[in-house]
Protein backbone atom coordinates (compact mmCIF):
# COMPACT_ATOMS: atom_id res chain seq x y z
CA UNK A 1 0.00 0.00 0.00
CA UNK A 2 1.02 3.60 -0.62
CA UNK A 3 2.09 4.65 3.04
CA UNK A 4 3.48 8.07 2.15
CA UNK A 5 1.10 9.00 -0.47
CA UNK A 6 -1.93 8.50 1.61
CA UNK A 7 -0.46 10.98 4.42
CA UNK A 8 -0.33 13.36 1.55
CA UNK A 9 -3.88 13.22 0.73
CA UNK A 10 -4.44 13.72 3.88
CA UNK A 11 -2.41 17.40 3.63
CA UNK A 12 -4.10 17.65 0.32
CA UNK A 13 -7.74 17.72 1.78
CA UNK A 14 -6.91 19.87 4.88
CA UNK A 15 -4.91 22.29 2.46
CA UNK A 16 -8.26 22.63 0.14
CA UNK A 17 -10.52 22.42 3.48
CA UNK A 18 -8.87 24.04 6.35
CA UNK A 19 -11.46 24.32 9.43
CA UNK A 20 -13.40 27.10 10.54
CA UNK A 21 -13.95 28.77 13.96
CA UNK A 22 -12.08 30.42 16.29
CA UNK A 23 -11.28 27.31 18.50
CA UNK A 24 -6.86 26.62 18.71
CA UNK A 25 -7.73 23.13 19.55
CA UNK A 26 -10.25 22.24 16.58
CA UNK A 27 -7.88 24.09 14.32
CA UNK A 28 -4.86 22.40 15.97
CA UNK A 29 -6.17 18.99 15.57
CA UNK A 30 -7.90 19.09 12.04
CA UNK A 31 -4.92 18.23 10.06
CA UNK A 32 -3.87 15.39 11.88
CA UNK A 33 -7.58 14.09 11.95
CA UNK A 34 -7.55 14.42 8.23
CA UNK A 35 -4.20 12.25 7.92
CA UNK A 36 -5.85 10.12 10.08
CA UNK A 37 -8.98 9.44 7.95
CA UNK A 38 -7.04 8.95 5.33
CA UNK A 39 -5.43 5.62 7.24
CA UNK A 40 -9.14 4.50 8.04
CA UNK A 41 -9.12 1.26 6.44
CA UNK A 42 -5.86 0.11 7.15
CA UNK A 43 -6.97 0.77 10.65
CA UNK A 44 -9.82 -1.06 10.90
CA UNK A 45 -7.94 -3.60 9.03
CA UNK A 46 -5.46 -4.05 11.69
CA UNK A 47 -8.01 -4.01 14.54
CA UNK A 48 -10.28 -6.67 12.65
CA UNK A 49 -7.70 -8.67 12.17
CA UNK A 50 -6.55 -8.75 15.77
CA UNK A 51 -9.81 -9.84 16.64
CA UNK A 52 -9.94 -12.48 14.54
CA UNK A 53 -12.68 -10.75 12.29
CA UNK A 54 -12.88 -13.05 8.47
CA UNK A 55 -13.14 -11.18 5.06
CA UNK A 56 -11.79 -7.42 6.80
CA UNK A 57 -9.34 -7.00 4.41
CA UNK A 58 -11.62 -7.30 1.52
CA UNK A 59 -14.51 -5.63 3.24
CA UNK A 60 -12.81 -2.64 4.99
CA UNK A 61 -11.08 -1.38 1.53
CA UNK A 62 -14.11 -1.48 -0.43
CA UNK A 63 -16.09 0.97 -1.56
CA UNK A 64 -19.12 -0.34 0.22
CA UNK A 65 -16.96 0.26 2.98
CA UNK A 66 -16.27 4.14 2.14
CA UNK A 67 -19.89 4.77 1.13
CA UNK A 68 -20.64 3.56 4.72
CA UNK A 69 -18.01 5.12 7.12
CA UNK A 70 -18.27 8.46 5.20
CA UNK A 71 -21.62 9.16 7.34
CA UNK A 72 -20.59 9.14 10.57
CA UNK A 73 -16.57 10.09 9.72
CA UNK A 74 -18.00 12.94 7.97
CA UNK A 75 -20.16 13.79 10.55
CA UNK A 76 -17.32 13.80 13.23
CA UNK A 77 -15.26 16.22 10.61
CA UNK A 78 -18.40 18.43 10.16
CA UNK A 79 -18.56 18.94 14.18
CA UNK A 80 -14.76 19.21 14.24
CA UNK A 81 -14.10 21.73 11.46
CA UNK A 82 -17.25 23.53 11.75
CA UNK A 83 -18.33 22.63 8.09
CA UNK A 84 -21.69 21.65 6.50
CA UNK A 85 -21.99 18.27 7.37
CA UNK A 86 -22.82 17.39 3.71
CA UNK A 87 -19.46 18.37 3.30
CA UNK A 88 -17.98 16.79 5.94
CA UNK A 89 -19.17 13.36 4.45
CA UNK A 90 -18.31 14.07 0.89
CA UNK A 91 -14.66 14.78 2.26
CA UNK A 92 -14.55 11.33 4.93
CA UNK A 93 -15.91 9.45 1.46
CA UNK A 94 -13.01 11.42 -0.70
CA UNK A 95 -10.53 10.85 1.43
CA UNK A 96 -11.64 6.84 2.62
CA UNK A 97 -12.38 5.88 -1.34
CA UNK A 98 -9.33 7.32 -2.20
CA UNK A 99 -7.26 5.10 -0.10
CA UNK A 100 -8.81 1.95 -1.43
CA UNK A 101 -8.12 3.29 -4.88
CA UNK A 102 -4.48 4.33 -4.62
CA UNK A 103 -3.96 0.61 -2.79
CA UNK A 104 -5.52 -0.63 -6.26
CA UNK A 105 -3.37 1.42 -8.53
CA UNK A 106 -0.72 -0.21 -6.84
CA UNK A 107 -0.97 -3.68 -7.87
CA UNK A 108 -2.20 -4.61 -4.98
CA UNK A 109 -5.57 -6.97 -4.67
CA UNK A 110 -8.37 -4.68 -3.37
CA UNK A 111 -11.54 -5.86 -4.49
CA UNK A 112 -13.21 -2.44 -5.18
CA UNK A 113 -16.78 -3.33 -6.01
CA UNK A 114 -16.90 -6.06 -3.19
CA UNK A 115 -19.27 -8.05 -2.55
CA UNK A 116 -20.96 -7.03 -5.92
CA UNK A 117 -17.88 -8.53 -7.98
CA UNK A 118 -15.59 -10.08 -6.03
CA UNK A 119 -12.53 -9.66 -8.23
CA UNK A 120 -9.95 -7.31 -8.51
CA UNK A 121 -10.25 -4.45 -11.09
CA UNK A 122 -6.57 -3.13 -11.31
CA UNK A 123 -4.61 -6.76 -10.88
CA UNK A 124 -1.23 -6.90 -11.80
CA UNK A 125 -1.39 -2.97 -12.83
CA UNK A 126 1.31 -1.02 -11.15
CA UNK A 127 0.99 2.92 -11.87
CA UNK A 128 2.24 4.00 -7.72
CA UNK A 129 5.73 2.99 -7.11
CA UNK A 130 6.08 -0.01 -4.54
CA UNK A 131 10.17 1.38 -3.50
CA UNK A 132 9.35 3.78 -0.79
CA UNK A 133 11.73 6.23 -1.68
CA UNK A 134 10.05 6.42 -5.22
CA UNK A 135 6.53 6.75 -3.80
CA UNK A 136 7.17 9.68 -1.73
CA UNK A 137 8.90 11.55 -4.55
CA UNK A 138 6.10 11.12 -6.68
CA UNK A 139 3.81 12.20 -4.01
CA UNK A 140 5.41 15.52 -2.71
CA UNK A 141 6.19 16.33 -6.49
CA UNK A 142 1.94 15.80 -6.91
CA UNK A 143 1.25 17.31 -3.74
CA UNK A 144 3.50 20.60 -4.50
CA UNK A 145 2.29 21.11 -8.01
CA UNK A 146 -1.30 20.45 -6.57
CA UNK A 147 -1.03 23.19 -4.00
CA UNK A 148 0.60 25.94 -6.66
CA UNK A 149 -2.12 25.30 -8.58
CA UNK A 150 -4.87 25.60 -6.76
CA UNK A 151 -3.39 28.77 -5.65
CA UNK A 152 -3.05 29.89 -8.51
CA UNK A 153 -6.34 29.16 -9.43
CA UNK A 154 -8.20 30.53 -6.51
CA UNK A 155 -6.10 33.43 -5.70
CA UNK A 156 -8.98 35.87 -5.76
CA UNK A 157 -11.18 33.19 -3.77
CA UNK A 158 -9.38 31.54 -1.22
CA UNK A 159 -12.69 30.14 0.12
CA UNK A 160 -14.33 28.89 -3.26
CA UNK A 161 -14.00 25.52 -2.05
CA UNK A 162 -16.04 26.18 1.30
CA UNK A 163 -18.85 28.46 -0.90
CA UNK A 164 -19.08 30.89 1.48
CA UNK A 165 -20.81 33.78 0.22
CA UNK A 166 -21.70 36.00 3.35
CA UNK A 167 -20.06 39.30 3.85
CA UNK A 168 -18.63 40.08 7.16
CA UNK A 169 -19.41 43.74 8.64
CA UNK A 170 -17.15 46.60 6.48
CA UNK A 171 -14.22 47.50 8.34
CA UNK A 172 -13.96 50.95 9.94
CA UNK A 173 -11.31 51.88 7.69
CA UNK A 174 -13.38 51.57 4.98
CA UNK A 175 -11.83 47.74 3.98
CA UNK A 176 -13.27 44.79 2.42
CA UNK A 177 -14.92 42.20 4.59
CA UNK A 178 -14.58 38.63 4.80
CA UNK A 179 -16.07 36.01 5.63
CA UNK A 180 -15.52 33.16 8.36
CA UNK A 181 -13.47 30.67 5.92
CA UNK A 182 -11.39 33.63 4.31
CA UNK A 183 -10.05 34.21 7.80
CA UNK A 184 -9.54 30.82 8.64
CA UNK A 185 -7.64 30.49 5.49
CA UNK A 186 -5.62 32.93 5.49
CA UNK A 187 -4.45 33.86 8.83
CA UNK A 188 -2.40 31.44 10.88
CA UNK A 189 -3.37 30.11 14.03
CA UNK A 190 -1.82 32.01 17.20
CA UNK A 191 1.34 29.60 18.19
CA UNK A 192 1.01 27.41 21.74
CA UNK A 193 -0.17 23.86 22.89
CA UNK A 194 -2.04 23.21 20.73
CA UNK A 195 -0.65 23.91 17.63
CA UNK A 196 2.06 22.27 18.69
CA UNK A 197 0.05 19.27 19.62
CA UNK A 198 -1.51 19.23 16.24
CA UNK A 199 2.00 18.77 14.35
CA UNK A 200 3.24 16.19 17.08
CA UNK A 201 0.11 14.26 16.34
CA UNK A 202 0.51 14.58 12.33
CA UNK A 203 3.82 13.66 12.27
CA UNK A 204 2.97 10.64 15.01
CA UNK A 205 0.47 9.79 12.46
CA UNK A 206 2.92 9.54 9.84
CA UNK A 207 5.87 7.93 11.73
CA UNK A 208 3.13 4.60 13.10
CA UNK A 209 2.20 4.37 9.66
CA UNK A 210 5.83 4.72 8.23
CA UNK A 211 6.82 1.57 11.32
CA UNK A 212 3.79 -0.59 10.38
CA UNK A 213 5.18 -0.75 6.82
CA UNK A 214 8.41 -1.55 8.00
CA UNK A 215 6.88 -4.23 10.18
CA UNK A 216 4.82 -5.30 6.98
CA UNK A 217 7.96 -5.39 5.09
CA UNK A 218 9.64 -8.01 7.94
CA UNK A 219 6.86 -10.18 7.93
CA UNK A 220 6.64 -10.31 3.72
CA UNK A 221 10.57 -11.62 4.59
CA UNK A 222 9.10 -14.24 7.21
CA UNK A 223 6.70 -15.44 4.12
CA UNK A 224 9.06 -15.71 1.39
CA UNK A 225 10.90 -17.77 3.75
CA UNK A 226 7.77 -20.19 4.23
CA UNK A 227 7.50 -20.34 0.39
CA UNK A 228 11.41 -21.82 0.36
CA UNK A 229 11.01 -24.18 2.77
CA UNK A 230 7.78 -25.41 1.37
CA UNK A 231 9.73 -25.91 -1.54
CA UNK A 232 12.38 -27.59 0.13
CA UNK A 233 9.58 -29.64 1.99
CA UNK A 234 10.64 -28.29 5.65
CA UNK A 235 6.92 -28.62 6.21
CA UNK A 236 7.18 -27.63 10.05
CA UNK A 237 9.90 -25.25 9.72
CA UNK A 238 7.64 -23.37 7.29
CA UNK A 239 4.58 -23.87 9.68
CA UNK A 240 6.73 -21.48 12.36
CA UNK A 241 7.40 -19.12 9.92
CA UNK A 242 3.97 -18.99 8.22
CA UNK A 243 2.99 -18.13 12.27
CA UNK A 244 5.08 -15.59 12.22
CA UNK A 245 4.39 -13.85 9.19
CA UNK A 246 0.58 -14.45 10.31
CA UNK A 247 0.96 -11.84 13.10
CA UNK A 248 0.42 -7.98 13.71
CA UNK A 249 0.67 -6.03 11.15
CA UNK A 250 -0.99 -8.83 8.40
CA UNK A 251 0.79 -8.97 5.72
CA UNK A 252 0.00 -10.82 2.13
CA UNK A 253 -3.07 -10.96 -0.59
CA UNK A 254 -6.46 -11.90 1.52
CA UNK A 255 -6.32 -16.05 1.56
CA UNK A 256 -2.57 -16.58 0.97
CA UNK A 257 -1.73 -17.39 4.50
CA UNK A 258 -4.45 -20.12 4.76
CA UNK A 259 -3.56 -21.28 1.14
CA UNK A 260 0.44 -21.64 2.30
CA UNK A 261 -1.04 -23.77 5.80
CA UNK A 262 -3.24 -25.93 3.62
CA UNK A 263 0.18 -26.76 1.10
CA UNK A 264 2.10 -27.39 4.28
CA UNK A 265 -0.30 -29.51 6.30
CA UNK A 266 -0.53 -31.37 2.37
CA UNK A 267 3.04 -31.77 2.86
CA UNK A 268 2.62 -33.10 6.30
CA UNK A 269 0.06 -35.58 5.22
CA UNK A 270 -2.70 -34.05 7.29
CA UNK A 271 -5.44 -33.90 4.48
CA UNK A 272 -8.16 -32.86 6.87
CA UNK A 273 -6.65 -29.72 8.22
CA UNK A 274 -5.27 -29.48 4.30
CA UNK A 275 -8.63 -29.27 3.34
CA UNK A 276 -10.16 -27.04 6.11
CA UNK A 277 -7.13 -24.16 5.02
CA UNK A 278 -7.66 -24.50 1.07
CA UNK A 279 -11.22 -24.08 1.73
CA UNK A 280 -10.72 -21.37 3.97
CA UNK A 281 -8.24 -19.77 1.34
CA UNK A 282 -10.98 -20.28 -1.75
CA UNK A 283 -14.01 -18.42 0.73
CA UNK A 284 -11.64 -15.21 1.09
CA UNK A 285 -10.02 -15.31 -2.53
CA UNK A 286 -12.29 -17.30 -5.05
CA UNK A 287 -9.71 -15.72 -8.00
CA UNK A 288 -6.67 -17.25 -6.24
CA UNK A 289 -5.50 -19.26 -9.62
CA UNK A 290 -3.16 -21.20 -7.23
CA UNK A 291 -5.60 -22.07 -4.77
CA UNK A 292 -8.21 -22.91 -7.11
CA UNK A 293 -6.27 -25.24 -8.92
CA UNK A 294 -4.52 -27.45 -6.09
CA UNK A 295 -8.51 -27.68 -4.58
CA UNK A 296 -9.06 -29.33 -7.88
CA UNK A 297 -5.83 -31.43 -8.05
CA UNK A 298 -6.57 -32.63 -3.86
CA UNK A 299 -9.79 -33.97 -4.58
CA UNK A 300 -8.45 -35.85 -7.45
CA UNK A 301 -6.21 -37.50 -5.56
CA UNK A 302 -8.28 -38.33 -2.73
CA UNK A 303 -8.72 -41.73 -1.62
CA UNK A 304 -12.17 -41.88 -2.95
CA UNK A 305 -14.08 -43.49 -5.48
CA UNK A 306 -13.82 -42.13 -9.06
CA UNK A 307 -17.32 -41.03 -8.84
CA UNK A 308 -16.66 -39.03 -5.67
CA UNK A 309 -13.44 -37.70 -6.66
CA UNK A 310 -14.87 -36.44 -10.40
CA UNK A 311 -17.70 -35.08 -8.46
CA UNK A 312 -15.77 -32.96 -5.79
CA UNK A 313 -12.84 -31.43 -8.23
CA UNK A 314 -15.58 -30.73 -10.84
CA UNK A 315 -16.87 -27.61 -9.15
CA UNK A 316 -12.96 -26.45 -9.67
CA UNK A 317 -12.34 -27.64 -13.10
CA UNK A 318 -15.14 -25.39 -14.42
CA UNK A 319 -13.78 -22.56 -12.75
CA UNK A 320 -10.48 -23.09 -14.44
CA UNK A 321 -11.65 -23.51 -17.41
CA UNK A 322 -14.35 -20.61 -17.44
CA UNK A 323 -12.43 -17.90 -15.28
CA UNK A 324 -8.87 -18.67 -15.49
CA UNK A 325 -8.48 -19.60 -19.47
CA UNK A 326 -5.86 -17.10 -20.13
CA UNK A 327 -3.61 -17.97 -17.46
CA UNK A 328 -0.54 -19.45 -18.54
CA UNK A 329 -0.57 -22.64 -16.33
CA UNK A 330 -4.05 -23.29 -16.81
CA UNK A 331 -3.88 -25.98 -19.43
CA UNK A 332 -1.26 -27.90 -17.44
CA UNK A 333 -3.39 -27.96 -14.45
CA UNK A 334 -6.11 -29.22 -16.20
CA UNK A 335 -4.09 -31.95 -17.50
CA UNK A 336 -2.93 -33.00 -14.16
CA UNK A 337 -5.90 -32.85 -12.85
CA UNK A 338 -7.52 -34.81 -15.67
CA UNK A 339 -4.70 -37.60 -15.52
CA UNK A 340 -5.51 -37.95 -11.77
CA UNK A 341 -8.78 -38.42 -12.23
CA UNK A 342 -8.80 -40.83 -15.03
CA UNK A 343 -6.64 -43.11 -12.70
CA UNK A 344 -8.78 -46.09 -10.78
CA UNK A 345 -8.42 -45.24 -6.78
CA UNK A 346 -5.24 -43.54 -5.91
CA UNK A 347 -2.28 -45.21 -4.08
CA UNK A 348 0.20 -43.54 -2.37
CA UNK A 349 3.92 -43.70 -3.72
CA UNK A 350 6.12 -45.63 -2.03
CA UNK A 351 8.85 -42.88 -3.18
CA UNK A 352 8.96 -39.09 -4.51
CA UNK A 353 9.94 -40.43 -7.84
CA UNK A 354 7.09 -42.79 -8.33
CA UNK A 355 5.22 -39.55 -9.72
CA UNK A 356 8.13 -37.50 -10.79
CA UNK A 357 7.23 -37.86 -14.48
CA UNK A 358 3.47 -36.13 -13.60
CA UNK A 359 5.15 -33.35 -11.59
CA UNK A 360 7.50 -32.80 -14.08
CA UNK A 361 4.43 -32.12 -16.63
CA UNK A 362 2.50 -30.38 -13.98
CA UNK A 363 4.96 -27.45 -13.52
CA UNK A 364 7.76 -25.75 -15.11
CA UNK A 365 10.95 -25.69 -12.99
CA UNK A 366 9.86 -27.81 -10.56
CA UNK A 367 10.90 -29.74 -7.15
CA UNK A 368 9.96 -33.72 -7.06
CA UNK A 369 7.38 -34.35 -4.81
CA UNK A 370 7.50 -34.82 -1.30
CA UNK A 371 6.68 -38.29 -1.28
CA UNK A 372 3.10 -38.46 -0.29
CA UNK A 373 1.39 -36.98 -3.30
CA UNK A 374 4.30 -36.23 -5.14
CA UNK A 375 3.62 -32.32 -4.33
CA UNK A 376 5.88 -29.50 -6.30
CA UNK A 377 4.77 -26.42 -4.44
CA UNK A 378 5.50 -24.25 -7.26
CA UNK A 379 2.89 -22.68 -6.84
CA UNK A 380 3.61 -20.98 -3.63
CA UNK A 381 5.98 -18.55 -5.49
CA UNK A 382 3.42 -17.10 -7.58
Excluded at 66 to 76: F, Q, R, S
Excluded at 116 to 145: G, Y
Excluded at 153 to 164: E, I, L
Aim: proline share 7%; charged share 20%; net charge neutral.
Amino acid sequence: MPVIGHAFCGLAAAHCVPAAGESAPRRALWVPTIVGVAYLPDVLTQLGLMAELPGIRVASHSLLAAIVLAVPVGVGLAWLGRLAWRRGVFLALLLIGLHSLLDALQSTDRLLLWPVWDRPLTDKLTMIPVAPRDEALLFAVLFVVFVVVRQAVHADSPAAFRGASKPAQSQGDGSRGQTLAEDCACVPAAPGFWVVAGQVLAVGILLAAMGTHCLRAGRENQLQEAKTLIRDHEFEEAMVRIGKASRFPAVARPGQIDYLKAVAWEGLDDREQAERYYLASYGTDPWYFWCVADLGFFYAAADLPPEERARLAAPYIRRLKRDFAGHEHQPRMLNRIERRLARPMPSRPATPEADRQDTIDAYPCTVPGTGTWARTFSSVSS
